[in-house]
């Protein structure tokens, strides 16, 4: 990373290295139902390390990374309102939907309901080029101002949840909220999830929320099996010390009784956690691919001994829509009391984002955040 101003936004160049421009801002540039967000907070997260490497081929480099952040209303052109009717006003706290392009015309929203797979959704962070000298290139968290375009859905942040418990959730919960949704669960259901970062330990806790009468985490490093544990997920296997498939898979019968899974949830982004994951579904289970964000690979699986014979259910759950983020939101407040400070592991500076990704990148700590308010 090179150079620091004040104001800047953390961009992206084609070939993935990072760079920084200062960002002039003018409220003069705004469009009509327009905000303009002071940030506050903005997440580091897996994606954001895809994005660095150039793993997805859909980004239109250079870009302001950061598709989850919490702000404080600047300015507003217009009237703005949440989905509740309830008018945006400065200085409140707010987050935003990070999806803010779908058609809502086409077959793919309209005839199949997959607004996820539209193929004019735009996200902030990742497919929203930053190439715009002025206030409309802002649509990212990166930076020390964001920019809402019209439309942009808004949510207020409930009383008493504060900017930092809400992003212990961060992109992670929305996406949990998707896989579980696809997952179907059922009241008493035994479910394994796979993976032991952000993801994972959000389809934990809501598969405890669902009914779920075991969670089983199979992770690691032991770092992050710690922070899960706290969260009162007993029962966890860490793949460093249990390092065989087989021998995972032994273990989660036992933890449950001589029974294999119900469902089981894949939130780890390695290829080779896919293969496992059907060996831990009892016959007529449920397998939820959520991890799978970028190509990083194929594997060998045997479709009669692992899918058809076992009369599996399988099931991808790519991103994820409003209703996940709403009642994400939802979720945290009621859930403020559990200990998301653990989940959190380092706040950094935004002239610092390199250094956040490394650590990210290296399963150094559970969730890095940015603060651009940080000198």
């Not at 290295?17 to 940030?39: C, D, I």
Request: proline share 4%.
């Amino acid at each position: 990373m090179e150079g620091h101003v004040e104001n800047e936004c953390v961009l992206m160049s084609d070939d993935g290295r990072v760079w920084l421009e200062s960002a002039k801002l003018l409220e003069s540039e705004m469009e009509e139902g327009s905000v303009l967000l002071r940030t506050i907070l903005a997440e580091v997260c897996g994606t954001d390390v895809h994005l660095l490497h150039g793993r997805l081929n859909t980004v239109p480099y250079p870009i302001i990374p950061g598709h989850v952040a919490v702000g404080q209303v600047h300015s507003i052109i217009g009237s703005v309102f949440d989905v509740e009717g309830v008018q945006i006003e400065v200085g409140d706290v707010v987050t935003y939907l990070d999806v803010i392009g779908t058609c809502n015309s086409c077959l793919t929203c309209l005839v199949d309901k997959q607004t996820t797979r539209c193929p004019c959704r735009r996200v902030m962070g990742i497919t929203c080029s930053a190439n715009a000298k002025s206030v409309r290139g802002l649509l990212g968290g990166w930076s020390s101002y964001i920019y809402l375009p019209p439309n942009t859905k808004i949510i207020k942040l409930p009383k008493g949840l504060s900017a930092r418990t809400f992003m212990s959730g961060g992109c992670g919960l929305p996406t949990a909220l998707h896989a579980i949704e696809r997952a179907s669960m059922r009241i008493m259901d035994r479910v394994v999830i796979q993976g032991s970062g952000p993801v994972g330990l959000l389809a934990a806790l809501l598969a405890q929320a669902s009914g779920a009468l075991q969670v089983v985490v199979v992770g690691g490093p032991a770092h992050r099996l710690n922070v899960v544990m706290k969260f009162g997920i007993k029962a966890t296997i860490n793949i460093e010390e249990i390092r065989t498939a087989p021998e995972r898979r032994e273990m989660v019968k036992e933890i449950m009784g001589g029974r294999l899974a119900d469902v089981v949830i894949e939130a780890t982004g390695r290829p080779e956690a896919v293969a496992e994951g059907l060996e831990l579904c009892r016959d007529g289970g449920t397998y939820v691919v959520v991890g799978q964000y970028t190509d990083n690979g194929s594997i060998d699986i045997n479709p009669h001994f692992q899918i058809n014979r076992k009369n599996i259910t399988i099931k991808g759950s790519w991103g994820s829509d409003f209703s996940h983020f709403y009642r994400g939101v939802q979720f945290m407040a009621q859930m403020s009391h559990l200990p998301w400070d653990l989940v959190v592991s380092r706040v950094y500076a935004l002239k610092d984002a390199k250094d956040a990704l490394a650590s990210v990148e290296k399963l150094e700590v559970f969730k890095a955040l940015l603060d651009p308010r940080i000198a």
